[in-house]
């Protein structure tokens, strides 16, 4: 009974979303937006907690020994499964997060600065062996996205760039648009960069184009089978009444059907991701196993 007293109070205080990178990244300017949505559902205001460091883990293990008693929320994307093989950690994700709700998924886009020689995929690659271990390719983080699809893009045309991990998506995002790095696999929006010269897109890493961008192609066309993409949600500290769990489930989803947050996400190339806590936790168990093979496979190391 005291487990249902508490759904139904719930929330009596304001709320906090643990955000595992920089500010302005995908993942957090996501948080963002449907913390706003569920604030004003909820009647409480929520905290965007940004903690970046260790690919992610460092948020992510904050969350895992918070109070589980709704108030405290974790951004979880496609780094979180992806960590799980990469670190030795002293938690285990499917173990120790409940799944709340997906958000949305994303494309990425091959960037690289208009000073790089290579203006096409197949250029790239040529010059990349041509060239070993000369190449700067910036992402998020250890565990990241970015990074994942980078690495899997070199495991699938046996080529070898340097990872330069950075605390966000946005602060790499910079350094690229300097010249400080020379590519990346970027999850944020930039078509804003590439009408405006900053940056030259390849590739998308879709299956299909884009609309927002009709004339890039995927990496696909010339490396078949090549895919992948980002993903974003709510996770919570296991423990958490399911009755709490239930609300910001049924809360969040109802935000990905306002249209106005699904313009918002279209902005980011993003397709919805909704269903019930039980789906998002089946689809965190897939993408652990799937970017764990990638990770063995690939042998790839912490930076």
């Keep these: 009974m005291s487990l249902i007293a508490k759904a139904q109070t719930y929330p009596a205080r304001p709320m906090r979303i643990v955000v595992g990178f920089a500010a302005g990244g995908t993942g957090d300017v996501l ?58 950690l002293d938690f285990d994700l499917i173990r120790d997060i409940a799944p709340v709700a997906g958000i949305a998924r994303t494309h990425l886009v091959m960037l690289v600065h208009p000073s790089f020689p290579a203006k096409t995929v197949p250029e790239f690659i040529v010059y990349a062996k041509a060239n070993p271990g000369k190449i700067n390719m910036a992402s998020a983080g250890s565990g990241s996205s970015p990074r994942l699809a980078g690495e899997l893009f070199k495991l699938m ?63 696909g066309e010339f490396v078949p089978g090549y895919e992948a993409s980002a993903w974003y949600g709510l996770g919570a500290p296991k423990g958490t009444a399911a009755g709490i769990i239930d609300r910001l489930n049924k809360e969040t989803n109802a935000a990905l059907a306002d249209p106005a947050i699904k313009a918002r996400l279209a902005d980011f190339g993003g397709t919805i991701l909704a269903g019930s806590p039980a789906d998002f936790g089946r689809f965190i168990a897939a993408e652990t196993e799937k970017w764990g093979k990638v990770v063995k496979f690939a042998g790839l190391k912490p930076d």
């Design 31 to 88: 948080a963002r937006l449907i913390s706003q949505w569920l604030s004003d559902r909820l009647g409480q205001p929520i905290i965007i907690d940004n903690r970046p460091g260790g690919g992610g883990n460092i948020g992510t293990e904050a969350v895992v020994h918070a109070p589980p008693d709704g108030y405290t929320l974790l951004q979880v994307g496609t780094s979180h499964t992806v960590n799980t093989t990469l670190f030795k």
């Design 157 to 219: 045309t046996s080529i070898d760039m340097v990872h330069v991990p950075y605390r966000g998506g946005a602060p790499a995002m910079s350094d690229l648009i300097a010249g400080q790095v020379q590519v990346m696999f970027s999850n944020l929006p930039a078509v804003e960069y590439i009408k405006a010269g900053k940056l030259h897109a390849l590739a998308v890493t879709t299956t299909a184009r884009l609309d927002e961008l009709p004339d890039v192609p995927t990496i």
